[in-house]
C-alpha cells in the first residue's frame, strides 16, 4: 500500500458528508463499442467457470438455490482443499491465455481482476489452513455450524429438499470426525483451542444433543426444525401426511445417530480440557504466528497495513471519537462523555433478558427497519427489493453477549434477509439499538446483501463473492448514513451511534494487541471494558472472538475509512457535479470488491465526472 494511503486513513479529518446527485460512470461510447464483445465473452467464460466451482461447494449451490448437490456437505479435507486451490488456479491461466485484459471495458477488467484475485487469496488461506482447524473459531465451528445451515439456510420447499436435508443429516457424523482428525493435526503442529473454546465446544455440542429424541423434554433444535419444516409441507400440500410420517421416522432415526457422533467431539474436547490454552493465546502463540498473523490482515482489510500501523490507526481514532463524544455530551447538557454513559446508566440499568423484553426488542427492532428503509430513496438508487427481518439467534448458538450478525437473501428472495440478535444475559441501553439495526440490516448488510444477490448482467461469482473490509466498512459507514438521513430518533442514539464507531476503533488496538504485541486475554477484555465501553459480558464474549479469528475485526474500521476518505476525494473533486446516489451505486450496485479496487474505481468514476 501506497504511503499516502496509510497516511489517510490514519488522519481523521473526514465527517459526515452532504449529500448530491450524478450517475454512476459510464466507459466512453468508442471504448464501449470495442470491448462489448469481449465482455460477453469474459462473462459467459466466469460463468462457466463460477459453475464448475459451485459443483465443488454443495453449500454454497444451496445457499444460490441451486438443488444439485443439496444431499452432501462442502468436503473440509486438507486434499480437497489443495484440490480446489490448483482448479482456482488452473482457471485463471485459462482466463489470462483466454483473453486481452486491455481489451475489456473498466467494469469487465475489475471482474477479471477479481477472478485472478481470488486465486491469490485462496493460496493465501491455504497457507494458514493448520492454524485454522475446524473446531478453533468462535463465530465458525464445525460443531455449531453444520447445524445452523440446515436451520438457518437448507430450506424445505418440496420432497426433494426434504430428503436432502435427511441426506445431510446423515452426513453430520462423518464431517465431525474429519474435522476431529484435522483439528488433532493441528494441534500435533502445536495449534491447541484456547480452553474457553474447549468449553464452548462442549457446552454446544451436549445443548445439540439434549431433549427430544435423545431424552424427554423440549424438543432439540434439529428435531424441532426437520418436524416444522416438514408440516409446512403437509400444510401446503406438497407432501402427503403418510409420507411425512415416513419421512420423519427417517430424520428421527439420523438425529439420534448424531448423539455418538458429538459424543466423540464432547470425549476429544474432554480430554483437551486440562491443557488447553488460555492467557496469551493469540497468533503470536502459535507456531510461524506472526506470518499467519499478516496473512489474515491482509485477507481482511485487503490492505498490505501492518499490526502495527493499524494498531496506530486505532489509537487515533479511539482519540477523536472520545473527543466528539465529548462534544455531543456537552450538546445534552451533560460535562463529558463519562457523564453521558452514567446517566444512561442510571436511566437504564442492564436487566436480564425475559420473554416481553425480547418481544418488545424484537418488535421495536424491525419498526425501525422498516423506517430505515422508507428513507432511502433520496440517498440510493439501487434499493432492497427483499424481505428483511430481526429474528433471535438460534438456541444452540446464543451466548450471552453475542455479537449480532447478518445473512443475506437467497437470489429469489424466498428466503429473506436476516440479522440475528442474540437475546440472552443483561440487556443494552436501548438506544444502541438503532445504530446495530443500520449496520447489520438497513442500510447495512441486510440491505447490501439484498442488492448482491440481484446483480444482473455481470458474472455471476461476483452475486457471492466478499470482502470482509469492504462488507464491514460499508456496515459501519451505514451507521453514519443513519446519522445523515436523520434516522436516529434522539441525541442518545447519535451519542450510540459513536459508542459503536469506539467499539470498531478499539478492535484495531485489541487485535493488533493480541496477535502481535502479546496482549493476555485479560489485558483485551479490560482495555474493550474501560475504552471500548462495553458491558463485562460483551467484552468478555468479543475478545474471544478476535483470538480464535485473528485479524476479522480490523476490516470494520479499515474499510469505512477508506470509504470516507474516497467519497471526500470524490466530493471535493465534482463540487456540484457530486452525486450520492450514483456514488453508493458505485460502491454496492456491483458486488463486495477489495479496497484497492473500490479506489480505483472510484478514481475513474471523478474522472468520468469531472
Known amino acids: 500500500m501506497k504511503p499516502e ?37 469474459l462473462t459467459a467464460f466466469l460463468d462457466a467457470e463460477f459453475a464448475e466451482w459451485v459443483k465443488q461447494q454443495p453449500q454454497l449451490a444451496t445457499r444460490l438455490g441451486i438443488k444439485e448437490g443439496g444431499d452432501r456437505w462442502s468436503d473440509i479435507s486438507d486434499e480437497a482443499a489443495l484440490a480446489q486451490l490448483n482448479w482456482r488456479q488452473d482457471s485463471v491461466k485459462r482466463m489470462q491465455a483466454q483473453f486481452d485484459r486491455a481489451k475489456l471495458s473498466p467494469e469487465a477488467q475489475v471482474n477479471f481482476d477479481i477472478w485472478a484475485l481470488e486465486a491469490e487469496r485462496a493460496a493465501l488461506s491455504n497457507a494458514n489452513r493448520v492454524q485454522r482447524p475446524p473446531f478453533y473459531s468462535r463465530l465458525y465451528s464445525v460443531h455449531s455450524q453444520l447445524p445452523d445451515f440446515l436451520v438457518n439456510t437448507h430450506g424445505v420447499a418440496d420432497a426433494t429438499d426434504l430428503n436432502n436435508y435427511i441426506a445431510r443429516l446423515r452426513g453430520i457424523p462423518a464431517v465431525l470426525d474429519l474435522a476431529i482428525a484435522r483439528t488433532k493435526a493441528s494441534e500435533a503442529a502445536g495449534v491447541n483451542p484456547p480452553k474457553f473454546q474447549i468449553e464452548t465446544i462442549i457446552s454446544g455440542s451436549e445443548k445439540l444433543t439434549t431433549g427430544a429424541p435423545f431424552s424427554p423434554g423440549p424438543d432439540a433444535a434439529l428435531w424441532a426444525d426437520v418436524k416444522a419444516k416438514t ?27 448424531l448423539q455418538p457422533a458429538y459424543g466423540r467431539v464432547i470425549a476429544w474436547a474432554k ?32 490492505t498490505d497495513l501492518t499490526a502495527d500501523e493499524i494498531h496506530a490507526i486505532g489509537r487515533a481514532e479511539v ?26 446508566a442510571r436511566l437504564y440499568p442492564p436487566r436480564p433478558y425475559d420473554d416481553a423484553m425480547r418481544t418488545e426488542y424484537l418488535a421495536t427492532a424491525n419498526a425501525f427497519v422498516a423506517k430505515t428503509r422508507a428513507m432511502l430513496a433520496p440517498y440510493f438508487g439501487t434499493l432492497p427489493a427483499y424481505g428483511i427481518e430481526v429474528v433471535r439467534e438460534p438456541a444452540f448458538s446464543e451466548v450471552a453477549g453475542g455479537a449480532a450478525h447478518a445473512s443475506a437473501p437467497s437470489p429469489d428472495g424466498s428466503r429473506p434477509a436476516r440479522t440475528y440478535v442474540h437475546l440472552v444475559g443483561d440487556s443494552e441501553d436501548p438506544a444502541s439499538l438503532y445504530t446495530l439495526m443500520c449496520h447489520e440490516a438497513v442500510p447495512g448488510h441486510n440491505m447490501q446483501g439484498d442488492i448482491q444477490v440481484r446483480q444482473k448482467g455481470g458474472p455471476k461469482f461476483r452475486a457471492v463473492t466478499g470482502y470482509v473490509a469492504f462488507g464491514e466498512g460499508w456496515g459501519l459507514y451505514a451507521e453514519a448514513m443513519c446519522k445523515e438521513m436523520g434516522a436516529f430518533p434522539d441525541i442518545a442514539a447519535d451519542f450510540m451511534r459513536l459508542d459503536a464507531e469506539l467499539f470498531r476503533a478499539a478492535r484495531l488496538v485489541i487485535d493488533t494487541g493480541i496477535h502481535a504485541k502479546g496482549w493476555t486475554e485479560e489485558e483485551a477484555v479490560t482495555y474493550l471494558n474501560q475504552t471500548g465501553r462495553q458491558p463485562p459480558e460483551t467484552a468478555r464474549s468479543e475478545v474471544r472472538r478476535y483470538i480464535t479469528l485473528p485479524g476479522q475485526a480490523t476490516g470494520y474500521k479499515i474499510g469505512m475509512l477508506k470509504i470516507l476518505e474516497l467519497r471526500g476525494k470524490a466530493q471535493a473533486a465534482l463540487g456540484a457535479k457530486f452525486d450520492i446516489k450514483g456514488f453508493h451505486d458505485l460502491l454496492i450496485a456491483s458486488g463486495s470488491q477489495p479496497l484497492s479496487i473500490l479506489e480505483r474505481r472510484v478514481n475513474d468514476w471523478i474522472a468520468a465526472k469531472s
Request: no cysteine; aromatic share 4%.
Open 319 to 344: 482519540a477523536r471519537i472520545e473527543a466528539a463524544q465529548d462534544a455531543l455530551a456537552r450538546q445534552a447538557g451533560l460535562k463529558d462523555r463519562n457523564a453521558f454513559y452514567a446517566e444512561r
Open 271 to 302: 480430554s483437551r480440557l486440562a491443557t488447553a490454552p488460555s492467557g496469551r493465546v493469540g497468533a503470536i502463540s502459535l507456531p510461524d504466528g506472526a506470518q499467519y498473523y499478516a496473512n489474515e490482515l491482509k485477507l481482511n482489510t485487503t
Open 5 to 41: 494511503m496509510r497516511a489517510s486513513l490514519a488522519a481523521i479529518a473526514i465527517g459526515l458528508m452532504l449529500p448530491a446527485h450524478a450517475a454512476v460512470a459510464q466507459a466512453p461510447a468508442s471504448t464501449a463499442s470495442t470491448s462489448v464483445s469481449e465482455d460477453a465473452r
Open 231 to 257: 408440516a409446512a409441507l403437509v400444510k401446503s400440500g406438497k407432501l402427503a401426511q403418510a409420507d411425512a410420517d415416513a419421512h420423519l421416522a427417517q430424520a428421527r432415526e439420523a438425529i439420534l445417530a
